[in-house]
């Protein structure tokens, strides 16, 4: 067999090969994150380490980065499918370590929160919805607009209020979330959608196995928070006070965007948390929840037709 040297130098004596040799170096090393590396580590770099490192900088200059050339992540065009390349400087030699790509990261943390909080759970409709796709007759448009609004001018670690979206059953108030929810994934920022009935329903059944804290401070810490029908649970002055409220209050504290979605606005959602299932009248515990989520959110009428029916 022939050795791997011997090779090399009859490839290397072809004029054939040279010519691609050189026109794949000049198209590696114009490119821009490559030259970027060069002159950033230029103090170290030698030519011969450049031509020895060529093969790993011919592997990282064409591979997608920061998910630029994948449409998803099961559309992955990388070697390693959700990952992406880094260059690096390893014992004196050009290499590559490969890294989670944002889109990895995001399907990480939401198949950790998903597996943490079952409440995450929506229709697949609300999981697919766009605004692209969204109907956008006359009376919904205020509440379109304001949504569209809220994706634009978000910006990590910068205060922003959240939307109080309320309205008649049916007229598209989960749709608009789950729009958000997508085009802010398609920026790579997570979001988190939550069914409020059956999140409550599910923190009173974590007390047992002891899982409430965690879901507690996994929900609080979310960048961005949607709470899903809320008004429509049954009312217990623990949820009030021991669930909802230290959530909103630490939300409200970080500056973390809270979203809403309700049958009420803001007068009735205040008297569905003034009366407890028991019946107790409970005004100042009530004002203190509605006064963080008045601090955390604009109220936005959704109108339109029922298009359930």
């Not at 697949?124 to 766009?130: G, K, M, N, Q, T």
């Amino acid at each position: 067999m022939e050795k791997i040297n011997d090779t090399l130098r009859k490839l290397g004596a072809n004029s054939g090969f040279q010519e691609r040799y050189r026109a794949m170096k000049e198209q590696v090393m114009s490119h821009p994150d490559v030259r970027a590396f060069l002159r950033e580590h230029e103090d170290e770099i030698t030519s011969t380490m450049i031509d020895v490192g060529m093969a790993k900088l011919y592997e990282y200059a064409n591979q997608s980065k920061e998910c630029n050339k994948c449409p998803s992540l099961e559309g992955c065009v990388n070697m390693m499918k959700g990952f992406h390349p880094k260059l690096v400087i390893t014992r004196g030699n050009i290499d590559i370590q490969y890294d989670r790509c944002p889109s990895k990261v995001m399907q990480d943390s939401k198949r950790k929160k998903e597996k943490l909080i079952q409440s995450l759970y929506v229709p697949r409709d609300i999981l697919e919805a766009s605004f692209s796709t969204m109907d956008l007759d006359g009376e919904r448009m205020e509440a379109v607009d304001a949504a569209i609004q809220f994706v634009e001018q978000y910006k990590p670690g910068v205060r922003q209020k959240g939307l109080y979206l309320y309205g008649n059953f049916g007229v598209g108030k989960s749709y608009i979330l789950g729009a958000i929810a997508n085009e802010l994934s398609q920026k790579q920022i997570s979001s988190m959608i939550v069914y409020v009935p059956e999140l409550f329903r599910e923190m009173k059944s974590s007390i047992a196995d002891s899982t409430l804290n965690e879901k507690i401070e996994s929900i609080k810490r979310e960048p961005i928070l949607m709470l899903d029908d809320i008004g429509a649970e049954t009312m217990s002055s623990w949820i009030r006070d021991e669930v909802l409220g230290p959530i909103l209050q630490f939300r409200m504290l970080e500056n973390l965007p809270t979203l809403f979605t309700s049958n009420f606005d803001l007068e009735g959602l205040e008297h569905h948390l003034t009366y407890t299932q028991r019946g107790e009248e409970e005004k100042m515990k009530a004002m203190r929840v509605m006064e963080r989520i008045r601090y955390l959110t604009t109220p936005v009428r959704v109108k339109g037709k029922n298009k359930r029916i």
